[in-house]
Structure formats: structure tokens, C-alpha cells
């Protein structure tokens, strides 16, 4: 159950298989779907690795035509930007997923404990949320006026932290692998509610734990519309807003020839090589998820099994 | 019906066996705290702010203090064309993707189950997975890198290459009904056939092995064994997206077709006019009483749909 390489419906069985011409479609079905999958990327990738100037008389081509690294090049001259992005990204990143894998256990726990008399009340309390919300006004308002967080990290973190759906997972994975009188004895034994949790219940429970910390890092790596709501400084631009603004930027560029010559006037770049930089950022941008998206699939898969139980 | 004499004895015990439990289960109190206090500035003060859609809001005199307008923003609202267009857009997109996140996932699953090459269905799990883990910036970059005027890829190399003339994409509103659910599609692939697939392999073979040696074919094996046997994972996986049916993705809607105002009839949905509605016009009336109509025709609907799965089988409700 926990691992996809288990088996399969024909198994064990060598009569109930496929025809041969059937699995053949199958295999060429899949084989097609796999390639659409991936082309969009290779296309901005062969982008990147374009001469600008052929870009800009063929279009986007799936090889990259007189190969260079121009684009690349342009972006180490203004790396502070980026490496800067990076770390607002990897900070809200790391900080907003410890902060949540502890707070969702944490809540996650009691709830899940059959002699926690007021159990259910918590667990409607946070189930609550997915049902009813007052809002994106005055949510908004909230973070702005209330808790003053406009341009800061904290903004970009603290909405995120608290997810019903992962609490209510971790609250059945809970309550379903750690046996009532495992926790009876520990507790007979004079360990108190916490020494209980970090010591029996959490190394028990670490898959959901993983899993979590997985679509987290996830949710915030790739968050942009936060970024959008509360970040008006420059200073704190992710990974993900600085694309979007680069987007938006050069839309408006070229949508706009009174900007370009502003800028020529103003002595600014107007040849820097548009296209082929921007499909560059992207690629810079999705790196790192890319890389480890092999590595997450694993835990997804396990993790997903967990989430199929009813919460 | 007499009413309790005493009621304040009672009073007294209750107070007495409240401090009891705080004093027993205070670890669990405090343990639950951080989750608490999140949970009330995300999602409870923000419950109270829905009088700003009764009000017509001056910073001058704050939320509480500005002057009512009972429905005023309401009856604007469903006046204009947008309300319309908004809702139809929403539900529409909506349901075409509940439809397509349960049929073409489970055919997927269905089929890779069927692949004999472990390593090669294993393989095309992980790729498929891949379009899942980028953000949707990411993603309205791709769909410009083949739909941009001038240089993308279908008016650059493939439409003259079949001979045909290169298309206005941003601009031509009819082909959006048909791109965005494929973009959709393509996200979330891989995520809800590996859901499938993770309950499929949970189905206990002998089944399968007592109908083979009654003669059941594939086809007969997926409708009466593998189909009804994943039906609460189905329904649960359908009944989340059903509850969220008012709530459209703002990125898909938002960044993918990079805000054309020409594309406005087909891509505006609840949220991305709340938002529009909100920080680019500034009237946060009129995004307060779209954004309240949204979550309570939401709230009625996950209601009526949980309502409806209860009455069929009770164990596959969401609550």
C-alpha cells in the first residue's frame, strides 16, 4: 500500500494481461503524454541558450539556434538581484515550513486523542476554515491595518502557516498509527502530554510529517500572490514576483513605445536581449524545484496514501 | 416545562469542572495555542469584516465607524454585466474541471496500472508529475513562449508550417474556453492520477484473481472491482473540488492570460474581479459584497453537495 511498485492488476496472474497490441498503445500513449509534459520546458530552456538575434527573426525554436550564453551572462551582471530573490525565497521557504510542519503537529495532536474531551470542538474549529472565510477585503485589511505586516516577510509567511486540510490529515494519520495503549503506558510510566508527543508519537509519525513539510515548501516556494498583495518595496521580491514583474515589465515596454524612449533618452539599455533573458529568469527561477521534484515525488506518493484516508 | 431552581449551583459546578479541565489537559491547551491564534487572525477577524460589504468605507472615519448602505453594493453588483459574466465564467471553467480532474486521471491511472514495465509506468509517473511543481508564473511563461505574437512558437514555426495564418492568441477570446482547461489539465495531471493510482494498488488482488477464474475480462474487472472499490477516494477527492466550486484558481485565470483586457469575457472570475475590483479600482464596497456572495454560495454548496453523497452512502460524506 505504501509503494507504487507493489503490484499492478495483472500481477501475479499471467492470464489476465493485456493484449499485446493493447499494452503497445498504452506504451506509445504514454510515451507522447510523458513528451508534452516536458516539451514547454525544453522550449524556454532552448530559448535561453539562443542568440538574441535569431530569436528575434524565427521565434522560439525547440533547438537552440547559434548557441550562446549571452542571456546568461546579462543575468551574472545584475546577479545581486538575484541572489538577493533567492534568499527572500529560501527564507520564507525554510522559515514557513519548520514554522508549519510544528504548528499543524502541534494542533494536529490533542485533537487527535480520543480522552482530550473537548477534541471535536478544536477539530470543527479548524474545519471551520475550509468552508467559510470572510474574503479576500477584509483578510487584506487585516495583515495591512491591523497587524501592520505591508512589506514584510512575515506577510509572506503567516497566511500560509495553518493549512485545515493538512491538520485534518495529520490528525487521522495520528489517530490511526499510534496505538491508544502505547500512549496509556507511556503515560503510566509518569511521561507528561509533550514528552509523550515529541518522543512516541512524532518518530511514529514521520511520513505525514515529511509529506507535509513537502507540499509546504511547495506552496511556499512557488507563492507569488502574496508577494503581490503586500510587497510594494522593492527589497522583498521572491524568486516567483521578481518574474512577475519582469513580465509586467516588459509588457509594458513593448506595448508602450513613449516608455522605450524614455528610456533611450534617460541613457538606458534599449538592446539588452529581451527575449532571451527573460526565458533565461525562468529557467534560474524553476531550477531548484526541478532538481528535487524527483526526489519529492517519492514522498508524494507516500504521503498521498495517507491523504486518501478520511480526514 | 419547570425550569431549574438552582441554577446557580449548577453555575458553580460547570466554572469548577471548566478550571478541572484546564487544569488537566492544559498541555494540550497550550500545545494548540500557536494553531489557535493563526487560525483566528487568517480566518476569524476577517469573518467579522464582512459588514465593509454593508458600508460605504472613508478611511477618515475606519471600518466600524463609515456610514451603512444596507444592499447598496449588492444591487450594483448584480446590476452590472460583470456579475454575469463572472458567475457563468466561475462555474462554468469550475465544473468542466471537476469533470476532468476525476475522468482522465482515473483512465490514466487505469492504464498505467496495466503497464507491464514497472520502471517505464514508474518513469512516466515522475514526468507526469513535473508541470505540478511549477508555479503558475512559471506557467503563463510557457504558454507565452507558444502563444506570444511575433515569436511563439505556434505563429512562428507551426501554423505557417501547415500553411495557416498566425492568430492575435491574447486577443482572440474564443480559443481561451478551450486552452485554459487544458493548462489546467496538464497541472494537475499528475497529482490526482497518482491519488488514483495509490488507492488502485491498495485494492487487495484476490479479487481480481477470483474474477479472472470466473471469466470476468479487463473491462468487466475495472467496472465491478477496481471502480466501486476506489469509490470513496472518488468522491471525497470530487466533494473538495465541489465545495470549492465558487473559487476559481486565481493564478490560471490571472497570470496565464496576462491580464488582456481583450480577453476579460472568457478569462474574469469571482476572483480575479475581487481583486481587480479591490487594489486596481479601489472600491472595496464592491469587492466585499462579491467576495461575501462567493463564500456564502460557496458555504450552501458544499452543504447541498455533502447532502446529496450522505443520502447515497454515508460513509463517502465529507462530514
Redesign the interface.
Known sequence: ?TN??????????P????SGW??TL??I??VI??A???L??L??LS?SFSDEQS??T?????MPENFNLAAYRFLMKDISQIVHSYGISLTVTVIGTILSVI??A??A???S?NN???AKY?TF??????????????????YVQ??ELKDTLWALI??L??SAFW?LIMRTFFKETVPEAVLESAKIDGA???RI?IRIVLPLSLPVLATVALFQT?TY?????LSL?FITDNHNISV?YF??KM?VNI?YLSSNPNAMAEITRAGGMINFPS?TV??AM?VV??GP??FA??F??KY??RG??V??V?G | MPLPTNRKPIRTVRNFSIVK?LRT?W???A??L???V??V??????????V??FKTINYQDG?LGSPWTGMKNFEYLFASKDSYIIIRNTLLYNSLFIVLNMALPLG?AL????????F????????????Y??????I???????M?D????F???LLPALGLDSVRWYFTKEVWPIVLPIINT?KNM??YT??Y??????ID?EY??AA?IDGAN?WQ?IKKI?IPLIM??LT?MTLLQV?RIFNAD??LFF?VP?ESGALFPVTNVI?TY??RT??TVGD?GL??A???F??VV??IL?FVSNWVVRRFNRENAL?
Open positions: 500500500m507504487t511498485k507493489s503490484k499492478s492488476l495483472s500481477g501475479s496472474n492470464k489476465n494481461q493485456l493493447a499494452s498504452i506504451n500513449f504514454f503524454y510523458s508534452l509534459c516536458i514547454p520546458l522550449l524556454i530559448v530569436v528575434m524565427h521565434g522560439y525554436r525547440f504548528i499543524i502541534l494542533y495532536y490533542p485533537i486523542r482530550f474531551p473537548q478544536f474549529f479548524v474545519f471551520l476554515t475550509m468552508l467559510i472565510s470572510g474574503g479576500l477585503v477584509p483578510w487584506y485589511l487585516v491591523m497587524l503567516m497566511p502557516i495553518m491538520v507528561g502530554e509533550l508527543f511547495l516556494w512557488n507563492d507569488w500572490f498583495m516567483q518574474l512577475y513580465m509588457q527575449e527573460r526565458m525562468v527561477g524553476v524545484i526541478v521534484y524527483p519529492f515525488q508524494f506518493i498521498l496514501t491523504g486518501s478520511k | 479541565n489537559y498541555m494540550f491547551y500545545m494548540m500557536p494553531g489557535i493563526l487560525l487572525i487568517n480566518n476569524y477577524i476577517p469573518l467579522f469584516g464582512i465593509i460589504a471600518i490514466f492504464m498505467l496500472n496495466e503497464m507491464k514495465n514497472r517505464l509506468s514508474k518513469l512516466h509517473q515522475t514526468i507526469m508529475f513535473l508541470p511543481f511549477l508555479s503558475m508564473i512559471v503563463s511563461y510557457l504558454v507565452y513562449g507558444f506570444s511575433e515569436r511563439g512558437y505563429n512562428g514555426t496538464w499528475g497529482y497518482v491519488v493510482m495509490a488507492a488502485i494498488i491498495g488482488e481480481y484473481e479472472t479487463k474487472q477496481t470513496p477516494v471525497i465545495g486565481f493564478g497570470q496576462r476572483d475581487v481583486y479591490f487594489l472595496i469587492s466585499s462579491a467576495g461575501l462567493q463564500s460557496g458555504f458544499v462530514f
